[in-house]
C-alpha cells in the first residue's frame, strides 16, 4: 500500500528526503506500508520511528513532537507541523487504484459540464442542490463539493458524482439562474482579493433560488486585529499573521453585511458556529484550535 497525500500525491524516499510524486510514472522510490495502526510506531523503512495517528479518518505521522507534511506546491515533505492539519493527512491506497484516480481528472471545461448536468439531474429528481465551495480534503456527503484542485482524491474515486474541480471566484457558473437550494463556504472567501469576493457572492446571489441561503464562515477582521496587534507601534505593530495562510481581504461584520447588500441580498443573519437559519445547512467545522470558536469567525446567512 502507498501513502496517498490529501491533494493527490504519492510520498516517496529519494537521496535520503520524503518528497511527494505528482505522476505514477516512476514508483520504485514509493513509500509502502503493509499496515497503519492507531498509536504503532513504525519500525522500519523510510519512516522508522514515526507514531501513526489519525485525523478525520486519515493517517498522520509523528516524530519528536512534530508531524509530517506534504504541502501544496511543495516537493519536498517536511516534518515541521507541532499540530495535524489538513496537509499532515494521509491515505493508503493500492497501487492498482493510481490509473483510476488519474481518469478522474477531467479538464476544467469538463468538470464544469458534469457539474451543470448533475444540478439539472438533482432538480429533475425534485432534491435539493446543495453546493459546498471549496470543499478542501474533507467535502461534504450530499453536497455539491467544489474546489480549484483534487484535494481530496479519495472521495473524487468513491463518489465522483459529489465532487468536482474547476476554477469557480470571480467566473460564471454555468448554471441558470434561480436553481441551487444552499451555498456553503468556510475559511474560503478571505483567501481572494475585494473585486473576486464581490465577483463571488454576486454569482453566488445569481444561482441561487429566491428564499435561499448563502451561509459564510470567514475570520473576523476586527478580532485579528484586536487581539494580536500593537497600534501604538504604528505600521510595526499591525498583526500581519494572516499573511501566512494566504488571507488577502477579511471581513468585520460591517463590511461584510455591506458587500452582501451591495450586491443583492435582501437580508443578512448573524449567528454563531453552528447556527445557521437555513433548514440544509450542516454544522459549521471551522473554526478549528487555531481560532476563537465564538468571536475569531463571523457566521453569516444571506438571503437570497
Known amino acids: 500500500m502507498l501513502l496517498l497525500s490529501v491533494h493527490g500525491t504519492v510520498l ?3 537521496d535520503g528526503r520524503i518528497e511527494q510524486l505528482e505522476r505514477w510514472a516512476d514508483l520504485g522510490d514509493a513509500i509502502e506500508l503493509d499496515s497503519a495502526s492507531e498509536g504503532e510506531v513504525l519500525t522500519q523503512g523510510p519512516l522508522t520511528g514515526y507514531r ?4 478525520d479518518g486519515l493517517l498522520t505521522f509523528q516524530k ?3 508531524f509530517l507534511c506534504a504541502e501544496l506546491d511543495r516537493i519536498s515533505a517536511p ?4 499540530s495535524a492539519g489538513a496537509w499532515e493527512s494521509f ?3 493500492s497501487p492498482t ?4 484516480l488519474d481518469a478522474t481528472a477531467q479538464t476544467p471545461d469538463r468538470e464544469m459540464e458534469r457539474f451543470a448536468a448533475r444540478v439539472e439531474e438533482l432538480r429533475a429528481a425534485g432534491q435539493p442542490v446543495r453546493v459546498y465551495f471549496g470543499a478542501g480534503q474533507v467535502p461534504i456527503p450530499g453536497f455539491l463539493n467544489v474546489d480549484i484542485d483534487r484535494n481530496a482524491p479519495d472521495f473524487a474515486l468513491q463518489h465522483p458524482e459529489w465532487y468536482f474541480n474547476f476554477p469557480y471566484m470571480g467566473n460564471r457558473v454555468d448554471v441558470p439562474d434561480d436553481c441551487i437550494d444552499f451555498i456553503f463556504d468556510e475559511d474560503l472567501i478571505e483567501h481572494t482579493p475585494q473585486i473576486v469576493q464581490i465577483q463571488y457572492l454576486a454569482e453566488t446571489r445569481r444561482m441561487l433560488k429566491p428564499g435561499c ?3 459564510v464562515n470567514t475570520p473576523s477582521l476586527l478580532h485579528a486585529m484586536k487581539f494580536n496587534s500593537d497600534f501604538s507601534r504604528g505600521a510595526m505593530g499591525v498583526y500581519t499573521g494572516e499573511l501566512r ?8 461584520h460591517a463590511s461584510l453585511k455591506e458587500i452582501a447588500e451591495l450586491v443583492g441580498h435582501r437580508e443578512v443573519v448573524f449567528n454563531g458556529k453552528g447556527g445557521s437559519v437555513s433548514p440544509h445547512a450542516i454544522p459549521d467545522r471551522r473554526p478549528g484550535a487555531d481560532r476563537d470558536a465564538v468571536l475569531g469567525n463571523i457566521y453569516a446567512d444571506l438571503l437570497k
Open 12 to 14: 516517496a524516499q529519494r
Open 52 to 55: 501513526v495517528g489519525t485525523r
Open 64 to 66: 519528536d513532537n512534530l
Open 79 to 82: 516534518v515541521n507541523r507541532p
Open 91 to 93: 491515505k493508503l491506497i
Open 97 to 100: 487504484d493510481l490509473p483510476q
Open 213 to 215: 441561503w448563502h451561509r
Open 245 to 252: 495562510w494566504g488571507h488577502m481581504g477579511l471581513f468585520s
